[in-house]
Structures are given as C-alpha cells and as structure tokens.
C-alpha cells in the first residue's frame, strides 16, 4: 500500500464518520426547525467558510477560469443535490427515524451506478453487479422493516 492509498483509506474513513453522524445532527436540529431553513443554513455557512478560504488561499481567481459548461454542471449538481435533494431528504428526516430514512437515502450509488453504466458507458462488471443486488436488496430489506414495524 502506498501514500497515495493510505491517504484515501484515512480519508473515506474520516469521510465516512462525518456523513454518519451528520444525520444524526440534522434530525436533532430539524425538531424545531423547518427543513427549508435547515437547508438555508448549512448552505449559508458552508458558502461563508468557502468564501473566506477561497480568499485566504488566493484561490478566488480560480473561479474566473471556470468555463460557463463547467460551471453550469456544478451549477446544475447544487440544485439537483445541494437544494432539492438535501431539500427531500431534510423533509423526511424531520418526520421519520433517522435509522430508516438513512439506509434508503444512502442507496443513491444505485443510481450511479446505472447511470455511469448507461450516460458514461462504464462497463457492466462482476463487482458492479453484485453492488447494485446488494443495494436494492438494503432497500427492500429495510422498506420491509418499515412495513412490519407499521403493522404490529
């Protein structure tokens, strides 16, 4: 293993602790909150530091070299998924168990997946196959659970 993959393994691992808990801080902070202004706030802090480290770093001119087709990808991924996603997600969160909402929410690899398959014409391989059965069997797993809880 060298640097470059143990600096990946430390990152996904930090990557995967932040994106775990952070559920769990916004459901606490959603209680009195509506989603919208949840939303409104993590962007307006997330844009405040980025801001201010664009401009300690010299980066700020950075962004006079984005093409207008970049730009309007990013652009189109922050409303796709910065504003109407997280938007959804905040929705359901502030109604429903964090531990059930998550698993479902988290499966958008799935989606992916078949996308990188069919726009990015990623090939079909055995490892693909098998992550994309065992996501739609963690969604139906845990969609089966809602249901059960429900009933009893």
């Known amino acids: ?61 950075d962004l006079a070299r984005v093409s207008m087709g970049d730009f309007s990808l990013f652009a189109a991924s922050g409303l796709m998924s910065g504003l109407l996603g997280t938007w959804a997600y905040y929705y359901v969160l502030r109604t429903g168990m964090a531990s059930k909402i998550v698993p479902i929410a988290a499966s958008y690899p799935l989606i992916t997946a078949l996308l990188g398959m069919l726009i990015l014409r990623e090939g079909i391989t055995l490892q693909r196959v098998a992550g994309i059965i065992f996501t739609v069997a963690g969604i139906i797993f845990t969609v089966a659970g809602i249901i059960l809880i429900k009933w009893s």
Request: aromatic fraction near 6%; glycine fraction near 8%; charge should be neutral.
């Open 1 to 61: 293993m060298n640097q470059n993959d143990v600096t990946a393994v430390v990152l996904l691992g930090i990557t995967m602790v932040l994106w775990g808990s952070t559920p769990v801080i916004e459901k606490i902070g959603l209680r009195d909150v509506e989603p919208l202004t949840g939303l409104f706030i993590r962007s307006l802090v997330v844009t405040a530091i980025l801001f201010v480290v664009f401009i300690c770093t010299g980066r700020i001119h």
